[in-house]
């Protein structure tokens, strides 16, 4: 079993930053790759960006390339999300997941576990 705790969400303005960070804990909890989605009111889930287990690469949704950053502390089980230059359109709800597939990391098909999800709220 593998447990996810995501933070760092809040209220920022447009063009503002935020961390968030997703804690993971459980016996497995590294050898997932982490991804995270998130949700909009009257949205689906959507994919935002993710980081591979092992080698550590990387992937984004376009909507958020070059704004937005994955990363990974194995030594701490924590993966964070830097969010720069903040835009209304990227409010939402982050959800944090562990996701067992590289191959189908932008779909929520291979998620084993799901965070709670963290608020993220940008003003205009």
């Known amino acids: 079993q593998v447990q996810l705790v995501e933070s760092g969400g809040g209220l920022v303005q447009a063009g503002g930053s935020l961390r968030l960070s997703c804690a993971a804990s459980?016996?497995?909890?590294?050898?997932?790759?982490m991804a995270w989605f998130r949700q909009a009111p009257g949205k689906e889930r959507e994919f935002v960006a993710a980081v591979r287990w092992g080698d550590g690469s990387t992937n984004y949704a376009d909507s958020v390339k070059g704004r937005f950053t994955s990363s990974r502390d194995n030594a701490q089980s924590t993966v964070y999300l830097r969010m720069n230059s903040l835009k209304p359109e990227d409010t939402a709800v982050y959800y944090c997941a562990a996701h067992t597939r590289w191959s189908t990391i932008t779909t929520t098909n291979d998620v084993a576990y799901w965070g709670r999800g963290t608020l993220v709220t940008v003003s205009s």
């Open positions: 459980g016996r497995t909890a590294r050898n997932y790759h």
